[in-house]
């Protein structure tokens, strides 16, 4: 039982939110591009001042490790060692997918209990990052990087199917006429969905070391090289 802040900056959102025992206390958090570096100590504090508390009361912090946006991750990583070293208290990794998963489960009704989860990550062209989990949130399909294609990478006519993220998106048409396939919109990453997670790994003392953790990008970050050999000096 403890009293967590949760970031997430995996994507375009950027979110705040601050949970005791797993339960959202406040949350503040917009999709408005890249701007996470401008605005994520700004919610922090106005979390804070919502729910009353200051930082030096925090027992833990949490933060989204991926895969996403490079840069995103970065920012929402180096913030929450920030805090951690500062305060001197736990770090928590939290899986971007398999929150993006739980919070599927919170807004969705009357899902059967045999359903796959797969959110999907938009990773450029036709590409996205997904994996897949059962109701109770364990691996389906490990973390990949899938081209979308109109055979399902995950495809099995005995299990409902629910994809959703921005990446889904993408899926729609071409899977348009499986109908053990849905696609359910609004299935972004959010910080509040990191806080049940959270709790279950601050008493299972599952922490990372706030030294050498690094967010899970599953790609490397390549810079672009100049077409024109002249440029190659």
């Not at 996403?68 to 990583?77: A, C, E, P």
């Not at 913030?79 to 997918?97: D, E, S």
């Not at 929150?99 to 919170?106: C, E, P, R």
Request: aromatic content about 10%.
């Amino acid at each position: 039982m403890a009293l967590i802040l949760n970031l997430e900056t995996s994507t375009t959102v950027c979110s705040v939110c601050v949970a005791k025992n797993g339960r959202m206390l406040a949350l503040r958090e917009e999709n408005n591009g890249y701007r996470h570096a401008e605005k994520i100590h700004v919610f922090v504090q106005e979390v804070l001042n919502e729910a009353g508390i200051s930082l030096q009361q925090l027992q833990a912090v949490a933060v989204s490790k991926g895969p996403g946006s490079y840069t995103g991750l970065r920012i929402g990583v180096s913030a929450a060692k920030g805090y951690c070293f500062a305060l001197g208290i736990p770090l928590i990794g939290i899986q971007t997918l398999q929150s993006m998963a739980a919070g599927i489960l919170t807004k969705q009704q009357n899902i059967q209990e045999d359903t796959v989860l797969c959110p999907m990550m938009d990773a450029r062209r036709m590409e996205v990052y997904t994996a897949c989990f059962d109701t109770s949130l364990n691996t389906v399909l490990e973390t990949s990087a899938e081209v979308i294609e109109s055979q399902p990478f995950y495809d099995k006519p005995d299990h409902q199917v629910l994809f959703f993220g921005d990446g889904a998106e993408k899926c729609v048409e071409m899977w348009k006429g499986r109908s053990n396939f849905t696609y359910v919109p609004n299935g972004l990453p959010s910080a509040q969905f990191i806080a049940q997670l959270a709790e279950k790994s601050y008493e299972k003392k599952e922490f990372e070391d706030v030294a050498y953790f690094e967010p899970f990008y599953y790609k490397d970050f390549m810079a672009t090289k100049p077409k024109n050999p002249i440029q190659r000096k």
